[in-house]
């Protein structure tokens, strides 16, 4: 009987590490799947960041156009940079940077920009371009 118990203790010990093995094993997968989730977030919002920077990113990077009719097709013509998806415009207004004058009322030099906020159809990130509409110079 008592090499019984000891073979039944054996097994029990067996098995309960087999348990342990399987579970830490399940757990270590977790962790890493929530440490890949992280660093893909991380890249993503490194990848955003960068998409601020190309022209037409920011106010102060405007994409230069001769007509207000090239805006929307120019601003649905980049994919997206998450998924490479189509975008669609969202929002399309006309804001007025003025930074020489303060308080109210438009300087005539003021810069008026177009801010065209595009949202991808496939993952819904939404990226702002901005636009200068060039009036060409007449000729003398």
Same mark, same amino acid.
């Given at each position: 009987m008592p090499a019984m118990s000891w /073979? *039944?203790?054996a097994a029990v010990l +067996? +098995? *309960?590490g087999w348990i342990v093995a399987i579970v830490g094993g399940q757990l270590g997968r977790a962790d890493r799947r929530q440490q890949l989730a992280s660093a893909a977030a991380q890249l993503e919002a490194q990848a955003l960041g960068l998409d601020a920077t190309r #022209?037409?990113?920011a106010p102060d &990077? #405007?994409?230069? /156009?001769?007509s207000a009719s090239q805006i929307? #097709? &120019?601003a649905q013509r980049e994919p997206c940079p998450r998924c490479g998806g189509r975008?669609? /415009?969202a929002t399309h207004?006309?804001?007025v940077i003025d930074d020489d004058r303060p308080g109210p009322g438009i300087d005539a030099d003021a810069k008026r920009l177009r801010h065209v906020v595009c949202r991808c159809g496939s993952c819904g990130v939404e990226r702002p371009t901005w636009f200068y509409i060039r009036v060409p110079t007449p000729l003398a």
């Open positions: /073979v *039944l203790g +067996a +098995a *309960l #022209p037409g990113g &990077r #405007p994409i230069e /156009v001769i929307e #097709p &120019r975008f669609h /415009v207004e006309v804001q």
